[in-house]
């Protein structure tokens, strides 16, 4: 019998089946609040770089991210290359809480959240907060490989790419 996640084929019986699923989405969903406990509302009248996060597991972050796939790279390296003065504004992808997919909580944790938060002028964003907002009033964009450059490419913001992007070869 081949239950709902592959990865857990060798549970026989569908209720430690069900077991071990809710067990995992309580983890998830303990992170999804904790991330929401870490969250500002971004002031936009200062200068910032907008980061959006990938989900992940995700082609777009696994392979084409490439080197960059744990996403506390770019941060670092953004937060190190920014001016002392502007904020990193860091938004987490919408899916990756998604309690259909609980696999994601294995990509990040507690623990990645409060690494980026030492850096001196990093700052989360709430999921709700409009990226369309984000994107028009930021100085920058930065993404693996998502499409919040691409938008931010069409307003005339320029966008930090760091995977292999379709768009990577506009101007």
Known sequence: KILHF???????SPLNYRLVINKELRKLLKLNHFYNK???????????????????????????????DHQLLPLIILSKSIPKDWILYVKEHPNQFNKRKIA????????????????????????????????????????????????????????IIFGDAYYKACR
């Open 6 to 12: 592959t990865s857990l084929n060798e549970i026989k």
């Open 104 to 159: 994601n909580k294995n990509y990040r944790n507690n623990d990645f959240y409060q690494a980026a938060l030492k850096l001196p002028n990093l700052q989360f964003v709430p999921l709700e907060f409009p990226s369309e907002e984000l994107i028009s009033n930021a100085q920058i964009v930065s993404t693996l490989t998502g499409t919040l450059g691409w938008e931010a490419l069409k307003f005339g913001i320029p966008a």
């Open 38 to 68: 870490i969250c500002i509302q971004p002031d936009l009248t200062q200068k910032y770089v907008f980061y959006g996060m990938h989900m992940q597991p995700e082609k777009t972050s696994q392979p084409l991210g490439g080197e960059f």
